[in-house]
């Protein structure tokens, strides 16, 4: 996988690419990611790469013609190419504007061969960028940042984690919410593991047994698999429900898992 992010900024990403599993996989060989600098890419003496828009307004834009004097000399596939799924690779805008980014979504970049992040600043990006070099936009939330370069590092790394080999434990990515798997949320891995179905994932619990008078629940401590996976499944419906209850319009739920549902409801509804 390759990753080009081009930026105002490039020594914001010093930080993020440096740690972790980012890290790992590049120095593995998983992955190789490039900062480009856009001011690298201006003409004028004062390295401009903003604008007034047209129209009038507040706040300056970013100009087209750096961007795609950066992007031309990658020589990546058409536009169209990239939208038919026809070449690996994605130039992707980050903008307020943008389809929300999720679990799936990261799936779908980890597939790819190449991805070009885009960072916006300012006001945003001119529209031509987006109708004409971008493939895509995307967001990182319903909220709006100073720029683009904090998205850019969520992607980078919801996306590396996801590469073949740079997770020491490929199962755990396959557990982990929002990950989507079959009703009941069954894994070929440990029969006690329950995987997250699309679901938030279930509490876990490490050495001492007790701590400060709080026990870990005891299901947890007598080895029974089948009533571990049970147990854990019903508590990750319950999170679920409490915090994320929109999850569960997405996920493929067991006639079992509506008995959990149903009986967490009726209990919240008799302490409220």
């Known amino acids: 996988m390759k990753a080009d992010i081009v930026t105002i900024f490039p020594d914001f990403f010093c930080g993020p690419l440096d740690h972790g599993i980012t890290r790992r996989a590049c120095e593995m060989g998983l992955a190789k990611i490039e900062v480009h600098d856009l001011r690298q890419f201006t003409r004028d003496r ?65 597939a790819l061969d190449r991805m070009v992040l885009l960072c916006g600043r300012y006001e945003g990006v001119h529209e031509r960028v987006a109708d004409f070099l971008a493939d895509r936009e995307i967001s990182i939330g319903d909220y709006v940042l100073s720029g683009g370069e904090l998205g850019a590092a969520v992607i980078i790394e919801a996306v590396v984690r996801l590469l073949p080999g740079a997770v020491g434990n490929e199962a ?53 698999h089948e009533e571990i996976r049970r147990w854990r499944r019903e508590q990750a419906l319950t999170k679920t429900l409490r915090n994320r209850p929109d ?3 997405g996920v493929s739920l067991s006639e079992e898992d509506r008995r959990i549902l149903e009986r967490v409801k009726r209990s919240s509804s008799l302490s409220s």
């Open 46 to 110: 004062h390295r401009t790469v903003d604008d007034r828009p047209f129209g009038g307004g507040e706040g300056m834009v970013l100009k087209p013609e750096p961007i795609f004097e950066c992007l031309e000399p990658m020589q990546l596939a058409r536009r169209e190419e990239r939208i038919a799924g026809t070449a690996k690779q994605s130039v992707i805008l980050l903008s307020p504007q943008g389809q929300r980014f999720n679990q799936a979504t990261a799936a779908e970049l980890a």
């Open 172 to 224: 755990s990515t396959r557990q982990e919410s929002f990950t989507a798997h079959t009703a009941g949320g069954s894994t070929n891995g440990p029969d006690s593991t329950c995987a997250s179905g699309g679901l938030l994932d279930y509490p876990h619990y490490t050495r001492p047994a007790e701590f400060r008078g709080i026990p870990v629940p005891q299901v947890l401590l007598h080895g029974n």
């Open 247 to 249: 999850l569960l319009e």
